[in-house]
């Protein structure tokens, strides 16, 4: 017979299982500090001794870093989904950045629609309150804040369409576009007319979500990244005109 005798689970796999479900869903985040071990246990309602146990596993499975005197935390688990080689060759080349906006576009147009069909109210609150927020930084016309809540709201969209997969994948191309590998978001929003086309965007896109309208929010992201990709496209070609001019320039004054 193919039966086994069912034996209890130690707590400290127990304990593995749930922050290893909390990293895989995006809610424990890399660089996340966990609570010093008395709260933990408590919260976990488990001993130390279990707590450490289970630590120690995660440790070894290279998710959770101790730092000495700081504490434990979550591990850089994105870091290596590109080498430093590939990450430099990305920001040589012009061609890598529309190529990102391309890939954007799919995997955003497709988690917009998720979203719109599959996330909970609470994830339509959180994309709302982030809007929210975009309006207040707009109004005060904090270019370094709206580029931060302008990642900040196209993460929301892909965790409220609950694909682990996409969610850790985009995740890690944030983290390149926000140390500007591919392009620098706060240019995007330098130009007033820029930032108000860019904030109706992400209006058009919000609303569509808070209808559920699938289809349409797919549009809105796929019409709001097709507009980031032409403007990129028109800086990329007004600096070189204005270095071919100021060579003419230099050129007349040595002249």
Not at 52 to 61: E, F, G, K, T, V
Not at 88 to 103: I, K, N, Q, V
Request: proline letters at 4%.
């Amino acid at each position: 017979m193919p039966f086994r005798p069912v034996s209890p689970e130690k707590l400290s796999s127990a304990v593995v299982r749930q922050v290893e479900e909390l990293i895989l869903r995006g809610i424990l985040q890399p660089g996340k500090r966990l609570p010093p071990e008395r709260e933990l246990a408590e919260r976990l309602g488990v001993s130390r001794p279990s707590l450490r146990d289970a630590i120690a596993q995660l440790q070894a499975a290279g998710l959770l870093a101790s730092k000495p005197g700081a504490g434990v935390f979550v591990a850089d688990v994105l870091g290596s989904a590109f080498s430093p080689a590939l990450t430099a060759l990305f920001a040589r080349h012009d061609e890598a950045t529309m190529d990102y906006l391309s890939f954007r576009r799919d995997m955003e147009g497709l988690a917009a629609e998720r979203a719109a069909r599959l996330g909970s109210d609470t994830d339509l609150a959180v994309i709302s309150a982030i809007f929210a927020k975009m309006e207040a930084a707009h109004d005060s016309r904090s270019a370094e804040d709206e580029a931060a809540l302008d990642a900040q709201f196209h993460m929301a969209i892909i965790e409220a369409s609950h694909n682990v997969v996409m969610l850790h994948m985009m995740r890690s191309m944030y983290e390149l576009l926000r140390g500007g590998v591919f392009y620098n978001r706060q240019v995007m929003f330098k130009q007033q007319t820029k930032r108000a086309v860019l904030l109706d965007q992400h209006r058009t896109i919000h609303d569509a979500l808070i209808a559920r309208d699938a289809a349409g929010a797919r549009e809105a992201v796929e019409a709001h990244l097709n507009y980031v990709e032409r403007a990129l496209m028109d800086q990329q070609k007004a600096e070189r005109h204005e270095d071919v001019a100021q060579q003419r320039l230099d050129h007349e004054l040595g002249g």
